[in-house]
């Protein structure tokens, strides 16, 4: 893999940073971190993003993806690293989007793609239920069919940002009789059909981006399935494999590494900066160099897929080793902020970022379980890569 830049690539840079500059503002980046606006905000630069052509990199070019090269694809995450911009909110453009394209027909790539492209439809995730998650094969929320329409009853449980969504994808039992995976199929649900309840859940953070989606007799157009009845398990795949792809975060542990760095020079303890402590120095490197070479994984990975090679089981190599390194970056900045991590939302005292860092280090838990615990994926790793 060749990793020096031509001209044409440099000229480009200068494009992502000259937009990058101009589009993400301190006033965006003020609203972003306010939870209050934190949906406003994030619709607004996917909005940006979309005007300018660059929202959806990962789609082909036909539905309006970008048609960059995996070259322009690095410079475009690494620039966007540099100046702290956030990733798109995946459920839409990284999850939902790349079924439909794949496995949707005609009618649902037109009806569904332009809006999730311009950020109109806010997408989430119905995978798991009590009782269904890594043995997601097990789902019971049913489908059957009445007319024209299914019937669905059941619940989904930690279902990301629901109480924002526009549609939620579902995946629904349509037959108990023959093997659970052959009995499930893909769903679009409009949120806004009567009988579907979402409940809060409150995470340790203090901050409610998980729900609980019951549903009640909810009628659904048999037209919103996503390929044949029975043929969920394979859209469920596909889907998993973006999924995991964009959890590994690979951009999004830069921004922290420059974040953690530029703290750290600031800290000052027994008279001199943190980051000239050699143990922290030490921690610091081992997760940057771990972080190189998830980078280079990444752009291997990407490099084959777009060359139409890559089997999915990638994804969970490269889930594994992110969540571990963005696990270890929230700890490092947790012990830069000192007993200060420790403090209640609210209290005002200490560094101003202990409060992020300690938010930042409770939810961070979660990434060794969602998209799949980690534990779940090491099995996966070991069945198709190491033919254990
Ligand atoms: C913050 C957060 C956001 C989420 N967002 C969504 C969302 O938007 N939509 C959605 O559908 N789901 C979402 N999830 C659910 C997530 O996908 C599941 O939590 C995950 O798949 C694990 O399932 P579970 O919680 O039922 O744990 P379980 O499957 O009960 O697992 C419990 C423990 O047992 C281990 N374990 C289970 N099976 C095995 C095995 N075969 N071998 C070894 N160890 C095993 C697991 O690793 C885990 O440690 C979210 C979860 C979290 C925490």
Redesign the pocket.
């Known amino acids: 893999m060749d990793t020096s830049f031509s001209a044409d690539e440099i000229k480009f840079r200068g494009e992502v940073r000259a937009f990058l500059d101009e589009a993400f503002n301190d006033e965006l980046r003020a609203r972003l971190n306010d939870p209050e606006q934190f949906r406003d905000a994030i619709l607004d630069w996917q909005q940006r993003l979309y005007s300018r052509g660059w929202i959806a990199p990962n789609w082909p070019e036909e539905y309006g993806g970008t048609g960059w090269t995996v070259t322009q694809s690095f410079i475009y995450e690494s620039e966007r690293a540099r100046a702290g911009a956030p990733d798109v909110i995946p459920?839409g453009l990284k999850m939902v989007g790349p079924v439909i394209y794949t496995f949707g027909n005609e009618e649902q790539k037109q009806r569904f793609l332009p809006p999730i492209l311009q950020s109109e439809d806010w997408w989430?995730?119905?995978?798991?239920e009590?009782?269904?998650?890594?043995?997601?094969a097990a789902l019971k929320t049913k489908a059957e069919w009445d007319g024209d329409d299914y019937v669905v009853n059941g619940a989904?449980?930690?279902?990301?940002?629901?109480q924002y969504a526009d549609w939620i994808f579902c995946l629904v039992r349509t037959d108990s009789s023959i093997r659970p995976q052959e009995g499930i199929s893909f769903l679009l649900i409009d949120m806004k059909t009567p009988g579907i309840t979402v409940k809060p859940i409150e995470?340790i953070d203090g901050v409610h981006?998980?729900n609980e989606v019951i549903f009640d007799n909810v009628r659904v157009p048999v037209a919103n399935r996503i390929g044949e009845e029975g043929g969920g398990w394979t859209c469920a795949k596909a889907l998993l494999a973006h999924e995991r792809t964009a959890i590994a975060g690979v951009t999004e542990s830069k921004r922290r590494i420059e974040e953690i760095r530029r703290l750290a020079k600031a800290e000052i303890s027994g008279g001199k900066a943190l980051l000239d402590d050699p143990l922290f120095q030490a921690r610091l490197a081992t997760t940057e160099i771990d972080l190189m070479a998830l980078e280079y994984t990444e752009l291997r990975v990407l490099a084959s897929s777009a060359e139409g090679r890559g089997s999915g089981v990638e994804s969970s190599l490269l889930k594994v080793k992110g969540t571990e390194i963005q696990q270890a970056l929230q700890q490092l900045m947790l012990d830069l902020a000192g007993y200060y991590g420790g403090v209640i939302q609210g209290d005002e005292i200490g560094h101003d970022y202990a409060d992020i860092a300690r938010r930042r280090f409770m939810?961070g838990r979660?990434?060794t379980?969602?998209?799949?615990?980690?534990?779940?994926q090491?099995?996966i790793t070991a069945k198709h890569v190491l033919g254990l």
Not at 124 to 128: K, L, R, T, V
Not at 130 to 136: E, V, Y
Not at 156 to 162: G, L
């Open positions: 459920f989430c995730q119905g995978y798991s009590p009782g269904a998650g890594s043995d997601l989904k449980i930690w279902t990301t940002y629901a995470t981006t998980l939810y979660a990434a379980i969602y998209g799949g615990s980690n534990e779940v090491k099995n």
